[in-house]
Structures are given as structure tokens and as C-alpha cells.
């Protein structure tokens, strides 16, 4: 027998389901708020990047491709040391190649190695080029 006191079980589940459909309205209604936000935020983006090619300036993509890097060249020659005149040959994207690399063809490449100019260590120039 129960006690007249307490809540029946059923009373508790209808209790719980009535709290999860509150908190269920809650989330949707969450949900609807952040979907209109960003709704308005996309729009506003769109109208900024309208306004920009409307005034001129040129959109994050073209500044992005006028400010890339030159083309790292195949092939590239270093002088080893300050003041010396030998120099190493590199492939061009070698880590290992100074700063002062200077970009050369594959013919001057393999031309400076039958010199008699050393081949990089790191980056073996003369494997690729068959110098060997």
C-alpha cells in the first residue's frame, strides 16, 4: 500500500513530461533564434563584399593571389661561404640552399656538377640530374 503522501509514478512521468516538452521548446526555439542570426549575418556579409566591388577595392581572394610568392625554381646554386667562389648546386626546394639561391635550368644544373661543383647533401641534386 502506499503512502497517501507521496507522488504516484505516473504523476512523476507526467510531471517529467511536461518539463521535457518545456525544455524541448526552449532548444527549438534556440535553435530558431541562431538560425535567423546567422541568417542576417550572411546577409550582411554578402551586401559588405557587394559594396566592395561597388567602391573598387578588390575581395580577400585577389589580394591573397597578388601577394603569393614567386615560383620556387627547379634548380638553384649557392656559394658556399662567405668570400669563397665555389658554389653548391640545390634543388629548388631544397631547406637546406641559403637565402641567396639563385635559380638556374636543369642544364646549368647538371653543367655546374660536371665542373666539378659540389651537389647538396641534403637535397642530392646529382641523383635527379644522373651526375653521379
Do not use: N
Not at 658556399?80 to 646549368?108: M, N, P, W, Y
Request: charged share 35%; hydrophobic share 30%.
Amino acid at each position: 500500500m502506499s503512502d497517501p503522501g507521496s507522488i504516484s509514478r505516473l504523476d512523476k512521468l507526467l510531471a517529467l513530461q511536461e518539463w521535457l516538452d518545456w525544455q524541448l521548446r526552449q532548444t527549438r526555439g534556440r535553435i530558431r533564434e541562431l538560425e535567423a542570426q546567422e541568417r542576417q549575418e550572411q546577409r550582411q556579409e554578402k551586401q559588405r563584399a557587394r559594396e566592395q566591388r561597388e567602391q573598387g577595392k578588390p575581395r580577400a581572394e585577389e589580394l591573397r593571389s597578388k601577394e603569393r610568392r614567386p615560383r620556387t625554381p627547379d634548380w638553384g646554386i649557392d656559394d658556399i661561404g662567405i668570400g669563397t667562389s665555389r658554389s653548391e648546386v640545390h634543388r629548388g626546394d631544397c631547406f637546406a640552399a641559403g637565402k641567396q639561391l639563385r635559380a638556374i635550368s636543369r642544364e646549368q644544373a647538371a653543367a655546374a656538377l660536371a665542373d666539378g661543383a659540389p651537389a647538396c647533401e641534403v637535397c642530392r641534386p646529382d641523383t635527379v640530374l644522373g651526375a653521379l
